[in-house]
Each structure stands twice: as structure tokens, then as C-alpha cells.
């Protein structure tokens, strides 16, 4: 496939000549089918900043129909999962695309060898292979190694890249497109290294929640252009920057994952060449870009394009995204031009967002009073800047639901909060997944027959507005308080020996039996006395903003896991804390605490 994708010297226009139309199709291959009569389409980059590939929509068509009749060669049962490993590349667009048309199932698969390593990420591989139960896998040509030792004695009728692929005969039967009923595509939690689970999506679900987006949302306008890094793998990266500007027509400049990794700063050089208008990310993409970005450098820039930067797929921090506005205000960035949405793989993607050219809105509660009583009181502790003082805590204005969608927040016993108490947030709505693949089980422990889904967020809400809080998994709580863990992280994240990011807290079991708050830090300092300082101040400084004792360790740089989708992984940390404290020869602070842990584990 790669070789026969036709290059263009030129990236496609910003504009289209075709009437627009917001996502208002049935499928995702009625949506190609219009798109490829205009001149838009995907546009890849390298990490240099060089236009490598351009993949107009009409060309994209063209290969994917080639491709699904392969496909349909191979005689697969309609509905049967295809594999794929979702490297930014053309080809993975062409074989999801071909799935449409061939009324099969695509499924993305990671295309990142974490810091776990080789072993690790064919282990990860192969359990999705087999949860998801594909006969057909394939993977770009640098993956390809990982992906054969995976497929070993799965049976498959067929694994290789899109070149081997190529060589297949084409099938002779008329094409079946997917119907508005039917499965689009089956996503994959970001946190299903150890426990996959695979949610799937509908026709139906995604094209109406791609309409929301699109219509409620951003509010896609003449002229716009996307730009995206984010990994295809991913429900933002997939849904929000491939579906998205597809299902209206707009074109889209890629960057892969692993070079914005290396040069976050050619997001922001892409953004400027091609006078991007809607670029979404984590909180944490724009912190690297941030901390990789010298003084000199934002002249090079013009911003003053970028009328939608997106944030979500995690808990926002509003302090980093401020200092990002700030430095980048030269360069014609507008900080109205961020926008808070919540969202998830299991609701396709986006289930709020906040008005445009609102920019960032804090809800600053007093912290003391939402520990102990769950209740998000506000609180006037705020500095002249808008920044938390003292016990405020700031949690960041998500947004109203999109239109279709309700939202309630609940207590453990399942009654709906007020407003400004907190509890988990459910979602019910026509972009709500059907199921999780294969797993009848944890389809009813998620999703109940009236179809409410339980996202296992804490959230609380003002005005009908969403304010997320955390991971009901993550929460910490300690003597009756609840303590959310990205404050503790927040705290370290201060030090001057510590970079945004480097910081994972949880809690363990204690000599007492009670839950013991754990903060792990990456560190780059070798030195004694200054590790002993450290370790110090951040016992004092947990004490007093906190008021609670914290096991602190230090450890080198590279060690905290990390989701597919990047995020800090505290389930992941959390294991492998407890690995460590069983392989210790000795432990040199909080030893008390960590004694049970070794009984437990050794027995």
C-alpha cells in the first residue's frame, strides 16, 4: 500500500469546494464517500517539519475500496475484527476506511514501545489479539517484528504490512458496506495494558456524536484546518482528528506521536505553516511543549490562527496552561482559544465542552471542606492572578453536555446528587458505546439496561456545568478525608528538582492495616544531601498543605509507567512500587510503613 499512495508536492487546501456538511451521514463510508468529491484530505509530516505524504480524501476512497476487496478475498465472516497497528500513517487510514466498505471491524492497536520494553509490548500485543479475537492483523513495516512474535500460534489467516497485503487476490463479491447499526470500529481503553477492554461503537454512535462535535462543539466555520499529534490509537486522536475533519470535509496536518515526543515544538511550527485553526490535546502536550520552548524561539511563531486548542482525555491542571498562554502571547495565541471538553472511549468520545472564546474557568472550592465532606464549597482564597491560595482547590469548567446527552452524578447508593457534591458521573446517550467486546460481565457492571453508563470519574456540577475531579480508582483517602492524588503531585511538581509529570501518587496498606498515602518521584539529582532535602521538604510541605503523613520515594528518571495514550499510569506506578519494596535489600525512610507489604506479598 504505502508505495502506491499517491504523493503530491503540495499539502490539500484549506478550504473545499463541496457544500459543507456537519457529520450528517449514516456511516463513516457515506462520510468518505462525500468527502473524496472535494480536494481536502490528510496531510503527514516528519519530524523536521517536511510535507512527506499527502493522502487527498478521494485518494484515500480509491485505496480503501482496493483493500476491502481484498479483504473480502480472504472470506472473513462480516463483523470479523482486522487488527491494526495505528502508526500515523496512510496505511492504517486506508485499512480502516476498507473495513467500512467490507462491513468488518477495525481495531487499533498501540503503536508505541513503552519503557517496558520489547517483551512488554508483544506481551500487550498479544492479549489484544486475543481479546478481540482478529484472523487478520497488520502492522507497518517497524512494527512488524513485535507484531510477528504476537500473532505466534494465534492462527491468523492473515498478519504481515500492507505490501505482503498487496500481493492477495481481490475478492469477486459486490462490497457490503457497514450499515448504521452495525460496529464502526472496537477502541481500546488507554489503560488496558493489563486488562483490555474494547469498547464498542456503532455507526449510529459515532456519526452522532462526530455531528455534535462538529455542530455544538467547535463549530467547524469556512477556513478552518486541523493539525493533530495525537496517537491514532486513541478516541481524541481517532475520533476527534481523523473522523472529525473527514465527517466535514476539512483538511488535516499530521505529525506522529513519537516526533512531537522528540520536537513538541513543530506542533507549533506546523500550526503557523499552514495557519491551523483547531488543534486539541492533553494537558500534558502542551506542558512539554512548554518546557521545551526557549524565549527566542516564539517569534519564529504566529498563533493568531488557532481559534480552538482543545483540552482534554485527562483531570485539567489550569497553572501550566496559564504559564503556556503567557509565553506564547507574542506569537498572536489568545488564551480564549482553549477549550475544556471531557470525554471518553466509552461515550465514542466527547461528552462536554465549554463555549468557544471562553478560554479557561477555574471553580476555586475550599479545599478543607471538600475533603471531609465531598462537597464543592467556594472558597474566596484566591490570589489577584486567579490562582489557588492556602486549602483552595481549582478544578477546571468542563462544560455543558452535548445535545442528546444527560449527565447525573451520583453517590455510592445510587442517588443523584445536588449540585456541588461530589460523586461519580454517569452518561446516557446516543453515543454511548454498546458494550465492551467479549465481556457480557463488565458490560452490566458499567453500562445498565436503561442504558446509563458509570465512568468511574468523580465529578460535581454547577450551573448543570462539569467539574471533574479525579479518578474514583485514584482517590486517596486518609482518616475519613478524601485527598485527591494530582495534589499531591502538584506539590512536587513545584519543586525545582522536579518536572511536570514526574510525580505519581496511591496509597498502599500499612503496619495498621488502614491505607498510607505513597508519592513516588522521578528525580534527576544523585547527590545525598540534596535527595535528603528534597525528601524533607516534601514531608513538611505535605503536612502542612495537606495534613497527612506520605511515604516519599525517589527514583530515576524513566520509571513511571505510562498509559498507551501517555498519560501517568498510578495503577501501573502502584505495582511497581510494591515490586520494589519486595525486592528491596533495605528501605531508608517510612519503613514502618511498608513492613505489611512484604509480609503480604511474600505470602
Keep these: 500500500m504505502g508505495e502506491i499512495i499517491k504523493l503530491i508536492m503540495d499539502a490539500t487546501p484549506t478550504g473545499s469546494t463541496l457544500p459543507f456538511r456537519a457529520a450528517d451521514f449514516s456511516t463513516l463510508a457515506e462520510a468518505l464517500d462525500y468527502a473524496a468529491q472535494g480536494e481536502t484530505g490528510f496531510n503527514f509530516y516528519t519530524g523536521a517539519g517536511k510535507l512527506k505524504t499527502v493522502l487527498a480524501y478521494r485518494t484515500l476512497r480509491e485505496q480503501a475500496l482496493a483493500v476491502a476487496q481484498r479483504l473480502h478475498g480472504l472470506g472473513l465472516e462480516r463483523g470479523a475484527r482486522v487488527a491494526l497497528v495505528a502508526e500515523t500513517h496512510p496505511d492504517f487510514l486506508c485499512f480502516f476506511f476498507a473495513c467500512q466498505y467490507a462491513g468488518l471491524v477495525p481495531v487499533p492497536l498501540p503503536a508505541s514501545v513503552h519503557l517496558g520494553g520489547h517483551k512488554a509490548y508483544v506481551s500487550q500485543l498479544r492479549r489484544l489479539l486475543i ?106 486522536g481517532l475520533v476527534g482528528l481523523v473522523l472529525a475533519p473527514l465527517a466535514s470535509q476539512l483538511s488535516v496536518d499530521y505529525l506522529s506521536t513519537r516526533d512531537f515526543a522528540m520536537r513538541p515544538r513543530q506542533w507549533l511550527e506546523l500550526l503557523t505553516q499552514n495557519r491551523g485553526t483547531i488543534s486539541f490535546s492533553p494537558p500534558f502536550g502542551y506542558e512539554l511543549c512548554l518546557l521545551r520552548l526557549r524565549q527566542e524561539d516564539v517569534g519564529r511563531f504566529d498563533l493568531s490562527a488557532w481559534r480552538v486548542a482543545g483540552i482534554g482525555a485527562e483531570t485539567i491542571r489550569p497553572e501550566p496552561l496559564v ?10 495565541f489568545d488564551s480564549r482559544a482553549f477549550l475544556a471538553c471531557y470525554g471518553m472511549a466509552e461515550c465514542t468520545l466527547a461528552v462536554s465542552f465549554t463555549p468557544l472564546n471562553q478560554g479557561l474557568k477555574v471553580d476555586y472550592v475550599d479545599g478543607e471542606h471538600l475533603a471531609r465532606y465531598q462537597e464543592a464549597r467556594p472558597t474566596s482564597s484566591v490570589t489577584a492572578t486567579g490562582s489557588a491560595s492556602g486549602r483552595a482547590t481549582g478544578f477546571v469548567d468542563c462544560g455543558l453536555p452535548l445535545p442528546g446527552l444527560e449527565v447525573e452524578v451520583r453517590d455510592p447508593a445510587g442517588k443523584v446528587l445536588p449540585e456541588r457534591r461530589i460523586g461519580t458521573l454517569f452518561v446516557r446517550g446516543p453515543s454511548v458505546m454498546c458494550g465492551y467486546f467479549g465481556n457480557a460481565r463488565l458490560t452490566r457492571e458499567f453500562l445498565s439496561p436503561a442504558g446509563w453508563l458509570n465512568t468511574g470519574d468523580l465529578a460535581y456540577r454547577v450551573g448543570g456545568r462539569v467539574h471533574i475531579t479525579g479518578r474514583a480508582k485514584d482517590l486517596i483517602i486518609i482518616n475519613s478525608r478524601n485527598i485527591w492524588p494530582q495534589d499531591l503531585e502538584y506539590l512536587a511538581e513545584q519543586q525545582p528538582e522536579v518536572r511536570t509529570g514526574d510525580a505519581s501518587a496511591f496509597t498502599v496498606p500499612g503496619l495498621d492495616g488502614k491505607e498510607k498515602a505513597v508519592l513516588v518521584i522521578q528525580c534527576r539529582i544523585t547527590e545525598d544531601d540534596k535527595r535528603a532535602n528534597l525528601l524533607e521538604r516534601m514531608h513538611g510541605l505535605i503536612r502542612q498543605e495537606l495534613g497527612i503523613d506520605c511515604f516519599v520515594e525517589l527514583v530515576p528518571r524513566n520509571t513511571l509507567p505510562r498509559t498507551t495514550s501517555g498519560k501517568l499510569s498510578r495503577s501501573g506506578a502502584r505495582a511497581d512500587f510494591l515490586k520494589r519494596v519486595v525486592n528491596a535489600q533495605t528501605v531508608l525512610t517510612g519503613a514502618e510503613l511498608l513492613t505489611p507489604i512484604r509480609a503480604k506479598q511474600a505470602g
Excluded at 175 to 181: E, H, R
Excluded at 323 to 332: D, K, M
Design 131 to 236: 481479546d478481540c479475537q482478529a484472523p487478520i492483523a497488520v502492522a507497518p513495516d517497524g512494527f512488524l517484528p513485535f507484531l510477528a512474535e504476537a500473532a505466534e500460534g494465534l492462527n491468523l489467516k492473515f498478519w504481515g504490512n500492507a505490501e505482503t497485503f498487496a500481493a492477495l487476490p481481490e475478492g469477486t463479491t459486490p462490497l457490503q458496506p457497514s450499515a448504521s447499526d452495525e460496529v464502526a470500529y472496537l477502541q481500546y481503553t488507554s489503560g488496558s495494558t493489563r486488562f483490555p477492554r474494547g469498547v464498542m461503537i456503532t455507526q449510529e454512535a459515532v456519526l452522532y456524536n462526530l455531528a455534535a462535535i462538529v455542530k455544538a462543539g467547535v463549530q467547524v466555520r469556512a477556513g478552518d484546518r486541523c493539525v493533530s499529534w495525537l496517537p491514532y490509537y486513541h478516541d481524541m
Design 323 to 332: 504559564q503556556f498562554a503567557e509565553t506564547l502571547a507574542p506569537a498572536g
